[in-house]
């Protein structure tokens, strides 16, 4: 068993795209994958991927690979994703729906087990998973009761960081916020901040790196 | 100016980061920022916002700050965002409307200019931004005609790499995939895989080190 506390930050971040092709290769693949074959499943370089896996040294056969089946296994025990996590949302927008509806979360564990709104024409609605509509008012009652410890927020940005707070009231322990906005921690809270633009960003970088090198080319041609 | 050739990749990614708090500053704030500061704001470490910003020196007051100002405008030259790019999205259920809808994006100048899906039932709906979804079978004229260089990708999972070649045969050169599939880079062309369930297996994972922490604690008491 590896020892998690050796583990950085970093390469636990890496795990989770890690196990991605991990899972589809379980299914019809080979037993055992060499670190350049998953670098280029992950679009990542092989280096980085030895470096990582380096953690989990025990499942490697030197100059061939890694036992898939034992290395996705330990994956999952240290991500936390070898069991069920029961989530609340708020925010039933069409952000909001995408997430509560999105079949990779339930796949993966993630099952949403209650859905808020402030507006009242949205509550008492029911959702095509079969999850009604509550007012955000009860969500300190339904999160106690069933004792939700993850909270998603998908309302607009100017609700995110009070929600933040109902949330962090009510008991819940990790937030992943979609709002357009970075939301200061709650005492006792995790929050991760999801933000789009962020991703449209580091593309746009690239993609004019990639016009530079082109011109350049040009230019001596 | 800086030397952008200079500056590590991990840096530009949290250069978008600091971005957004500075932003924010910009409207309300004092002209001058501390390491500590911004680190606090963004919620990262002081070491690691003062050895990326080296690289933007010149902005830096010893022992006082950075002129946001200057800084703001100096992060977004190097990212490309200090002007306009047009944008193609394909696949309009809930979250390609909730993209497409965003005002983060468009407030950041990335604008949707054409909407695509395979779905006859959906091709000529009229969206809330004004835009009227065109059948998949149109991209390659529309990429073309309007020089859309982004696309972005909201289909099922079966359907992204698919997608994903028709938008590089049409000359699209960046692709924000969110579809819950890595896609394969088709030629000439970058891709950035948004997986929203590695940010939830990050957030579970340090829930784990955080209740681990919390039963340590009570068994010492």
Redesign the interface.
């Known amino acids: 068993m590896t020892k998690d506390s050796k583990i950085p930050n970093s390469t636990?971040?890496r795990?989770?795209?890690y196990?991605?092709?991990l899972e589809a290769l379980l299914k019809d693949g080979p037993p055992i994958i060499s670190s350049e074959k998953l670098a280029g499943?992950?679009?990542v370089n092989a280096a980085q991927v030895r470096k990582d896996l380096a953690y989990f040294g025990e499942f490697g056969v030197r100059g061939v690979g890694y036992e898939i089946k034992a290395l996705l296994r330990e994956i999952k025990r240290?991500?936390?994703?070898d069991r069920k996590?029961t989530l609340c949302i708020v925010g039933i927008?069409?952000?909001g729906?995408?997430?509560v509806?999105?079949?990779?979360?339930r796949k993966?564990g993630?099952v949403f087990v209650a859905a808020f709104d402030s507006d009242a024409r949205k509550v008492g609605t029911r959702l095509p998973c079969g999850l009604t509509v509550e007012h955000e008012g009860n969500i300190g009652k339904v999160v106690k009761a069933l004792e939700i410890?993850?909270g998603v927020i998908t309302t607009p940005?100017r609700a995110a960081q009070r929600v933040a707070g109902i949330l962090s009231k009510a008991g819940i322990?990790?937030?992943?916020n979609f709002a357009?906005i970075?939301v200061r921690?709650p005492e006792r809270c995790?929050?991760?901040?999801?933000?789009?633009?962020?991703?449209?960003?580091?593309?746009?970088?690239?993609?004019?790196r990639?016009?530079k090198g082109e011109n350049t080319r040009k230019k001596q041609t």
């Open positions: 636990i971040e795990l989770a795209f196990s991605r092709p499943l992950c679009g240290i991500l936390g994703t996590w927008g069409n952000l729906i995408s997430l509806e999105n079949e990779n979360f993966r993630y410890k993850i940005a322990k990790a937030i992943l357009p970075q921690t995790i929050i991760e901040n999801v933000d789009f633009s962020v991703r449209l960003e580091n593309l746009v970088y690239h993609l004019e990639l016009y």
